[in-house]
């Protein structure tokens, strides 16, 4: 099967490109980038493929079955709908889309055109995530009434001035980029209910003077650019009411509390569970007069490799993932209830 890789930045290296390449069902045609120097290094550290600037190049070639889209945010909605309707099955990074508007766009041309749309939402297959799904569905949470998220960092702006930090770009910031992940756990593990009512305020603070932020390190610090632009979130809280569980949402790339908390906590009157971000987790209960808490000990396996797989393997057999874009659409859906919500300083009803 042979795909291409749009955009070849730190995602597209550090997890489409070596999942693709352990895939023995696939073969890399291209890596497209419009800063053509990254294309032509894939092509040499990875030792097959063509290097091309232009993607509609990559759409135009019948042999090439589906792509990854990798590039900045704003231009997800784009050629991921300009692949589809080009017949290429599609695997785009998330969020879906900068805003709701545009996540629905996508979910339109999907089933206008029937062709597979897939969000980088990868944390459905990982393994602890899928154990707690597991354990809210065999009851052993009972009700799941309430699910607290925080993905805090001290002072963690990723590039600065930079595509990350510039809402035309990336529609948003440590909500879009991180929080995204989290409430996508969150909705994975407790069925994807119907997201109710929202409210919530993103802050701009700590990095609009951004000659003098202070910071100890940055990832995506090659992007930085301290002429450029930061008018997006550095932190974000909300309250979700969801036709399931209450979500709380804590989150921050810059706080000025030197701790780092990246957790999940889920809430049941029967037992409750600690996810620990990209780790293992713990759950609580009582049982026989006595509390209990045990961590479940498994081999993880690599959650990007069972992505990519399951993207190769629903192409071949049809099967609609967990991370298809009706699903991940609510997601969308409830980030941009959060921004909306924090312009408006008042509750959204969905």
């Known amino acids: 099967m042979k795909v291409a890789i749009i955009g070849c930045g730190t995602i597209a290296n550090s997890a489409h490109i070596p999942a693709y390449m352990k895939n023995p069902e696939v073969e890399i045609k291209y890596f497209c980038d419009i800063i053509i120097e990254r294309a032509e290094k894939a092509v040499k550290d990875y030792g097959c493929g063509i290097a091309v600037k232009d993607y509609h190049e990559v759409l135009a070639d019948p042999e090439v079955v589906a792509i990854s889209v990798c590039t900045p945010n704003y231009m997800h909605c784009q050629i991921s709908c300009d692949a589809m309707r080009a017949g290429k099955h599609v695997l785009c990074e998330k969020p879906a889309a900068r805003t709701y508007a545009e996540a629905l766009e996508m979910q339109k041309v999907q089933h206008e055109t029937g062709m597979t749309l897939n969000i980088g939402v990868v944390n459905r297959f990982n393994d602890s995530v899928r154990r707690i799904k597991e354990y809210i569905d065999a009851g052993k949470l009972g009700d799941v009434h309430h ?51 929202v409210t919530g305020e993103a802050f701009c603070k700590l990095g609009k003077d951004m000659p003098n932020y202070i910071y100890k390190d940055m990832w995506s610090e090659m992007t930085k650019d301290l002429n450029g632009t930061y008018d997006v979130d550095d932190s974000v809280t909300a309250l979700i009411r969801t036709e399931g569980p209450v979500i709380t949402v804590n989150g921050a790339w810059a706080q000025n509390i030197g701790e780092s908390e990246q957790f999940i906590d889920f809430m049941g009157d029967k037992g409750g569970i600690r996810l620990q971000y990209g780790g293992y987790f713990t759950y609580y209960t009582a049982e026989h007069g006595s509390l209990v808490s045990y961590q479940p000990d498994f081999k993880m396996s690599h959650m990007f490799e069972n992505e990519i797989n399951g993207f190769v393997n629903c192409i071949k057999t049809g099967e609609k993932l967990p991370s298809h874009i009706d699903t991940v659409i609510i997601t969308a859906k409830m980030m941009q209830a959060i921004y909306d919500s924090s312009d408006a300083h008042e509750e959204i009803k969905l």
């Open 147 to 197: 699910v607290y998220v925080s993905f805090r960092a001290h002072r963690s702006i990723p590039g600065l001035g930079g595509a990350f930090t510039t809402k035309a770009i990336a529609g948003g910031g440590a909500l879009i980029d991180w929080g995204v992940h989290y409430l996508d756990i969150v909705m994975f593990c407790t069925g994807d209910p119907a997201p109710k009512t």
